[in-house]
């Protein structure tokens, strides 16, 4: 059974940090895109960053690019988005996703404030 557990979501301040885990079980993330999403509150769903199977390639949005690293533990079957140098307009609800062609798994949310 495939499941993407999110934690790490808090309350910051512009400016902050943070680093957001997702916890995959019931598959090898080493053999998967995975994927961090986010919806901002009365917003549709915006797409993050990827990184690849394989050799980890990794690419992303331009509204977080050089903010944000994302990374995999494969030993561990776990996925990181390191957030810094947070902005409001950050504030979202961060989703993890198996990417198989689209996204055909996500977990429930880790909920990210940023506001002072």
């Known amino acids: 059974q495939v499941q993407l557990v999110e934690t790490g979501g808090n309350s910051v301040q512009p400016g902050g940090s943070l680093r957001l885990s997702c916890a995959a079980s019931?598959?090898?993330?080493?053999?998967?895109?995975m994927t961090w999403v986010r919806q901002a509150p009365g917003k549709g769903l915006e797409w993050v960053s990827d990184?690849?199977?394989?050799?980890?390639?990794?690419v992303y949005a331009d509204s977080v690019k050089g903010r944000f690293t994302i990374s995999r533990d494969n030993a561990k079957n776990m996925v990181y988005l390191q957030m810094n140098s947070l902005k409001p307009e950050d504030t979202a609800l961060y989703y993890c996703?198996?990417?198989?062609?689209?996204?055909?798994?996500w977990g429930k949310g880790t909920p990210v404030t940023v506001s002072s």
């Open positions: 996703a198996r990417r198989s062609g689209g996204i055909d798994y």
């Open positions: 990184i690849s199977h394989g050799a980890g390639g990794t």
């Open positions: 019931g598959f090898a993330i080493s053999d998967n895109y």
